[in-house]
Protein backbone atom coordinates (compact mmCIF):
# COMPACT_ATOMS: atom_id res chain seq x y z
CA UNK A 1 0.00 0.00 0.00
CA UNK A 2 1.35 3.54 -0.94
CA UNK A 3 1.22 6.45 1.23
CA UNK A 4 -1.15 9.20 -0.81
CA UNK A 5 -0.17 13.01 -0.89
CA UNK A 6 -2.36 15.39 -0.55
CA UNK A 7 -4.93 16.35 -4.42
CA UNK A 8 -3.54 20.28 -4.16
CA UNK A 9 0.12 18.65 -3.63
CA UNK A 10 1.49 18.54 -7.23
CA UNK A 11 -0.50 21.89 -8.16
CA UNK A 12 1.74 23.28 -4.63
CA UNK A 13 4.98 22.28 -5.67
CA UNK A 14 4.42 23.69 -9.58
CA UNK A 15 3.60 26.86 -8.35
CA UNK A 16 6.41 26.99 -6.52
CA UNK A 17 8.93 25.78 -9.20
CA UNK A 18 7.46 28.58 -11.54
CA UNK A 19 7.94 31.19 -8.54
CA UNK A 20 11.61 29.82 -8.00
CA UNK A 21 12.26 30.15 -12.24
CA UNK A 22 10.36 33.55 -12.39
CA UNK A 23 13.55 34.61 -9.64
CA UNK A 24 16.07 33.75 -12.35
CA UNK A 25 18.00 36.12 -13.08
CA UNK A 26 16.75 38.39 -10.02
CA UNK A 27 18.87 40.09 -7.80
CA UNK A 28 18.51 38.42 -4.52
CA UNK A 29 20.07 38.74 -0.72
CA UNK A 30 21.61 35.79 1.10
CA UNK A 31 21.90 35.66 5.00
CA UNK A 32 24.00 32.54 6.11
CA UNK A 33 24.23 30.83 9.31
CA UNK A 34 27.60 32.10 9.94
CA UNK A 35 26.28 35.81 9.67
CA UNK A 36 27.83 36.62 6.43
CA UNK A 37 25.98 37.90 3.63
CA UNK A 38 25.96 37.41 -0.01
CA UNK A 39 24.06 39.66 -2.95
CA UNK A 40 23.84 38.57 -6.43
CA UNK A 41 21.63 37.98 -9.75
CA UNK A 42 20.57 34.24 -9.44
CA UNK A 43 21.21 32.21 -12.20
CA UNK A 44 20.85 28.56 -10.53
CA UNK A 45 19.11 26.55 -7.62
CA UNK A 46 19.18 23.02 -6.91
CA UNK A 47 16.85 20.42 -5.13
CA UNK A 48 19.63 20.89 -2.06
CA UNK A 49 18.73 24.55 -2.25
CA UNK A 50 22.51 25.56 -3.30
CA UNK A 51 22.35 28.76 -5.19
CA UNK A 52 24.50 30.17 -7.97
CA UNK A 53 24.94 34.16 -7.69
CA UNK A 54 26.77 35.91 -10.52
CA UNK A 55 28.26 39.47 -9.83
CA UNK A 56 28.15 38.34 -6.29
CA UNK A 57 29.29 40.69 -3.29
CA UNK A 58 29.96 38.67 0.14
CA UNK A 59 29.54 41.22 3.47
CA UNK A 60 31.46 39.36 6.84
CA UNK A 61 31.72 40.86 10.38
CA UNK A 62 34.87 40.52 12.05
CA UNK A 63 34.83 41.33 15.41
CA UNK A 64 37.89 43.55 16.58
CA UNK A 65 39.18 40.66 18.89
CA UNK A 66 39.66 38.54 16.12
CA UNK A 67 41.55 40.89 13.40
CA UNK A 68 43.03 43.27 16.30
CA UNK A 69 44.24 42.06 19.70
CA UNK A 70 45.45 45.08 20.65
CA UNK A 71 42.39 47.29 21.00
CA UNK A 72 41.00 47.81 24.05
CA UNK A 73 37.26 48.82 22.62
CA UNK A 74 35.99 45.26 22.39
CA UNK A 75 32.63 46.44 20.51
CA UNK A 76 34.45 47.49 17.30
CA UNK A 77 33.70 45.46 14.90
CA UNK A 78 34.95 45.24 11.03
CA UNK A 79 32.98 44.46 7.61
CA UNK A 80 35.21 42.80 5.14
CA UNK A 81 33.72 42.86 1.65
CA UNK A 82 34.73 40.97 -1.67
CA UNK A 83 33.23 41.08 -5.17
CA UNK A 84 32.78 37.40 -6.17
CA UNK A 85 32.02 37.01 -10.28
CA UNK A 86 30.63 33.77 -9.52
CA UNK A 87 29.21 31.68 -6.12
CA UNK A 88 27.82 29.12 -5.19
CA UNK A 89 25.54 29.69 -1.58
CA UNK A 90 25.33 26.42 0.27
CA UNK A 91 21.55 25.61 0.66
CA UNK A 92 22.48 24.17 4.05
CA UNK A 93 23.81 27.42 5.28
CA UNK A 94 20.49 29.56 3.99
CA UNK A 95 19.20 31.26 6.52
CA UNK A 96 17.17 33.99 4.89
CA UNK A 97 16.74 35.12 1.00
CA UNK A 98 15.29 38.21 0.38
CA UNK A 99 14.39 40.28 -2.75
CA UNK A 100 12.49 43.43 -3.08
CA UNK A 101 8.97 43.93 -2.79
CA UNK A 102 8.49 45.32 -6.69
CA UNK A 103 10.27 41.76 -7.62
CA UNK A 104 8.11 39.94 -5.44
CA UNK A 105 4.95 41.60 -7.02
CA UNK A 106 6.33 41.29 -10.84
CA UNK A 107 7.49 37.45 -10.27
CA UNK A 108 6.36 35.50 -7.57
CA UNK A 109 3.08 36.26 -6.10
CA UNK A 110 1.32 36.02 -9.66
CA UNK A 111 2.05 31.88 -8.88
CA UNK A 112 1.19 31.39 -5.65
CA UNK A 113 -1.68 29.03 -4.97
CA UNK A 114 -4.31 30.42 -2.48
CA UNK A 115 -4.59 28.19 0.27
Known amino acids: MTAQQPSDSPTKAAAAKMAVEGLLGTRIHCTLSDGRTATGRLVCVDRMRNLILTDCVEERRIDAVDYNNNTSDKSVSKTVVRQLQQAMVP ?16 KVAPHLVAS
Open 91 to 106: GSQLVMVQISQPDYQA
